[in-house]
């Protein structure tokens, strides 16, 4: 089964993504794409380059609305429906964001659900060269029954 791979970029942090996405092309015509708005334009416009094609090279690309504008928490959604398997996430540590919320909620999302994500480029080419990147690895949830079953006071 062809997994799916999310690559997310704030601002300051797009041209890297990009770079890193272009020299691990090879990598990601094995999974379907998903991007958050502007960085899903230009990921698109890079791997599906006049270059890329001459080399046959295609890449399904499924863009999702900007971060601000609810992009953040349409991924969250496919991470809860289990249609997301990693998630590359180039985030800009020294500038607040406008959906700074809607980030952490995010990234709480990836650990409860257990996606191996990475935040930056050094963790992005470990989890590119794992070997358990083409095996039917399936990440193990937290267990929240104590917190479903929990007792609540009226």
Known sequence: ?????????????????????????????????VCTGTTGKLIDQTLNSEVNRKESLYFNITRLKSG???GDQQLGALIVEGKIDIMIFFWD???????????KALLRITVLYNI?????????????????IDKGYIPKPMDVDDYLSRRIPL
Not at 21 to 32: G, M, S
Not at 121 to 126: F, I, V
Request: proline letters at 5%.
């Open 1 to 33: 089964m062809r997994k799916t791979i999310a690559l997310v970029a704030h601002d300051n942090r797009k041209k890297e993504l990009v770079e890193w996405a272009d020299w691990n092309k090879e990598i990601l015509t094995k999974f379907n794409i």
């Open 68 to 70: 601000p504008l609810g």
């Open 116 to 132: 191996p994500t990475a935040c930056n480029r050094s963790t992005a080419d470990y989890l590119i060269s794992s070997t358990l």
């Open 93 to 103: 540590p020294m500038q607040q964001q406008a959906h700074d919320v809607d980030i």
